[in-house]
């Protein structure tokens, strides 16, 4: 938590806090909220939803983390670097692209406006539905 409030997080370092911030930042994807409350509630169940939601709130106003809006469901992201993302069709999954990985824009999108940042959302499907996929194929013997 403290990181959090190096990036300006007000209110004060509580166990749950901290719990909450550390768990978003090892999450190997990026959870929803409910997902965040119920691996902090495996260490402190004595953390409410609302204290979850609270921080959320907190941590994002702050820029500690940005939410992402994909298939109706809101998920949060604490990577600090510039990056972009790759949505998986089949199983919703969500990866991080590194920022260099896509070209900058090069010229003006949109006349007359002020571009102050952007993100891309790749979107297809990840190396692990693609196995499965090939498996399937293989398995009913269609090429």
């Known amino acids: ?7 300006g997080v007000r209110g004060r370092s509580t166990a749950q806090r901290r719990a909450i911030f550390d768990t978003i930042r090892h999450f190997e994807f990026h959870p929803t909220a409910d997902e965040i409350y119920r691996e902090v509630n495996r260490n402190l169940p004595v953390t409410s939803r609302a204290t979850v939601y609270n921080t959320l709130h907190h941590l994002k106003q702050a820029g500690v983390v940005r939410e992402l ?6 998920r949060f992201d604490a990577n600090p670097k510039c990056h972009h993302h790759f949505v998986c069709t089949v199983c919703g999954g969500i990866e991080d692209v590194a920022w260099e990985a896509l070209p900058e824009l090069r010229k003006p999108v949109l006349k007359d406006v002020r ?3 952007y993100s891309v959302t790749l979107r297809g499907v990840c190396a692990s539905c693609n196995r499965a996929s090939k498996e399937e194929i293989k398995k009913h013997g269609r090429n």
């Open 115 to 117: 571009i102050e940042s």
């Open 69 to 74: 809006h994909e298939g109706g469901v809101t």
């Open 1 to 7: 938590m403290r990181e959090a409030q190096q990036h």
